[in-house]
């Protein structure tokens, strides 16, 4: 039998040591062998043994063929978990053919027996006995599949066959749906080398396309499982009727299914008893301030010089280090260019890409030093450059200076996430489950690809669809462009400004970077022409079309190298970890040297940006810290969903983490960096998605498994490094002085396809996303997840609706036009685990929500 600790079947070759080894889940110690014998394609016997041309041509002795053996160990059905088991036995008892009291001189007499009681039970089935036998025997009458049970032999060593039956079975293309028969033939017969003493034969044909739980083996498995138990056997040799056969294995299904019930909450009860929040909680103080941050502080601070150390040494660990680090630079600097722009446009220019990338800088490095849990990545996100928004607003509307309002807000957003660490309201997130983490994931997919498809839309919107290129007063693009160039600037593009043009990141154009001169009133202005038509430049939004799609091929391309069967294997997990970086390198080159007379629009950057500028709360009235006291805590509250749910990503027991979590410490530590920046209005970072995620998976060794043609990632072994964090942090750091050279080399399109290409590898994984793709997907091609096995199939697409529809609310205030209805989007996000844990129950069982949402 296979390893009870894993969650799916698996087939594998055994060897020796293997069968010798006790199982823990049967006390006879009984195991599967699954018997393959393949002879040229395994079915019409027209292979190398059956040429017999061949044969004689080449001097070989008639009647010699080569027979390929291959035997598999899969694991015993378990009866409580597996739904489709009690389900195999029901539908296949129903319409099943037993036969009692047998006479057959061999297998192939009593097969032909079977197979022609199943026809005359059934003469609608589509069953025909010549194909049937070609499908279950070799030219030589050798069986090509079958089940058996093995004994380990303690006395001899090795393994022991339980000869007492067999289990035979064959997949058939023009066969309607499953058949099982059954056979207790009058005495003991000799069947074969293995198969001494068989009295009972199970045959199960099952049609080619079938789905992956009802397949040729699934369901031998079931009355495999049954037939294991001595004592069961010895109750069917003595029954009487048939209709007493059928009701034993019935009743039979059903003790097996409360047997492996109570095992399975067991085993449930006493993996769940200590988690991350309630450890060490019967041995803590009694006072409830700060038990939180001391629990979190001892279980880390033992691991931290070991944090540093495991960034140096180990297999393989300078490569995928470096690799992470260059991640984790182009992974943030990007979108920090791009944040840093809108936040400038949206804040007349009082928080620019200085400031961010800043921002970035110092609560990366704090954090990769003073963090409890340094996987976890800082980012500025697109809800904050939203309240920054709505924080510039009502500035405005009452007057208010935006620095010292935005200060304010900062200030009681940290104070909130202090309070919260000190009293430890992060153990909430001990009801978050995995439902609500890949919600929240995917609805960060949809917001990153939202940005990158509107900034696309807007290009073509200015660019490609405008009056000029529809009308007869369209110009060269060149010409026009040379001739209103009258005062060259330094820019980057408010690109993601609702009311000014979307262009493409800057360029190399013509001098344009040779000065740094700032217009403002000009540069982001559409280039008209003499009539006052806006320009027609449609090579601009091809082109920024053929960037962004280029970057996100080409690092898919490249993360999905290790696929593939080009180079060493060595070489394509390079090429895979340095996916990012290549990408936007190779694509930048195309689109600012190769493209370069197509003239991109520039961005705006001001090279003279204030930064350290304590702002001026003490002009604040009294009632403007109130009304920042209200916007603080319901920023905090997405601090702390958005913080907590991307350290419970990281932490994940799929990342096979073992240095342990720090929830509330982490929290304290984003605080106290908040806390810093918002004194001189800098902009505000937290944990990001899907960026914390990608860091632990750079950082991992990933093993590939295949199962029933489907591959499965399993990560083998994570660094747990402060190493990465903090160089690649350094680096954008240094960033500030690469503006405008030579970060304008990267055009705008290219930073559009990161996006993309970060929203659609966090889809890695996601099994919200799985699922979602079974309803578009044939039954016969399911994967053979565990769901898939335990759980009906009606209520795995039942509880992936109820997931769809609290992602839609999500999307609904999440991406609502009204900027204050955005404010929502943190209660709802609170709203999640309270769903989940009373009114999701409702509909789904318990035991099935177990399989579906728990790690």
Known sequence: MGNPEEEETTLDIPTQEEYLGEDEDNEAEVDFKLVDNDEGDGKNGSGIANNNNFSRSAGFVDNTSLLHCQYDRVEMKNFHA??????????????????????????????????????????????????????????????????????????MGGVDYDQAWICVMAELPGLKERHVAFARLHHPSNLGPTCQEVQLVILVVTPSKEKATKSTLETARTFSTLFTDLAFRHQLISTTSKDAFRQMLREKAAQMAREHGGSDQRNHSTQLTMTVFDEDDSTASRCIVGRSLIGDLKRRLPHYWSDYKDGFTGPKTPHKVTAAIFFLYFACVLPNLAFGMLNSDNTAGAIGVKKILFSQMFGGIAFALFGGQPLIVLLTTAPLALYTKIIFSISEDFGLDFRAFFACVGLWNAGFLVLYSLFGVSRLMKWSSRSTEEIFSLFITFAFSADAIKDCLKDFN?????????????????????????????????????????????NIANGLLNSSTLDTSTSALPITDKNGLQECMRENSILFLLLMLGTVWAGLTLFNFTKTPFLTAGKREILADYALPLSVLLVSFFGSYVFRDVKLKPFEYDPNEAMFEVAPMTSLPAGAVIAAAGLGFSLSLLFFMDQNISSALVNTPNNKLQKGAAYHWDLFTVAVINGFLSIFAFPWVHAALPHSPLHVRALADVEERVEQGHVQQIVVHVRETRVSGIVSHVMIGLSMFLLPRPLTYIPRPVLDGLFLYVAIT???????????????????????????RRVPQRKIHAFTGLQLLQLLVLCVFGFSPYPYMKMVFPVLLMFLMPIRHRLVPRVIESRYLQTLDGH
């Open 762 to 788: 966090a889809l890695y994984g996601n099994q919200l996303f799985d699922r979602v793709m079974l309803l578009f997907t044939e039954q016969a091609a399911y994967p053979p997840n565990h769901y898939i």
């Open 462 to 506: 200015t660019n490609y669809h405008t009056e000029a290129c529809h009308s007869d007063h369209s110009f060269n693009a060149s010409t026009t462009t040379s001739s209103s160039n009258s005062t060259p600037t330094t820019t980057i593009s408010t690109v993601l400004s609702s009311t000014l043009p979307i262009g493409a990141a800057y």
């Open 82 to 155: 597996e739904v489709r088991a009690q389900r195999d036995v029901d539908l296949a008892l129903s319409s099943s053919v037993v036969l009692l009291d047998l006479h057959a001189q061999g297998l192939e007499q009593i097969i032909t027996a079977m197979l022609n009681a199943v026809i005359s039970a059934q003469p609608s089935s589509g069953l025909n006995v010549t194909t049937a036998r070609n499908a279950i025997f070799t030219s030589e009458n050798v069986l090509t599949r079958a089940i058996q049970g093995t004994v380990a032999s303690v006395d």
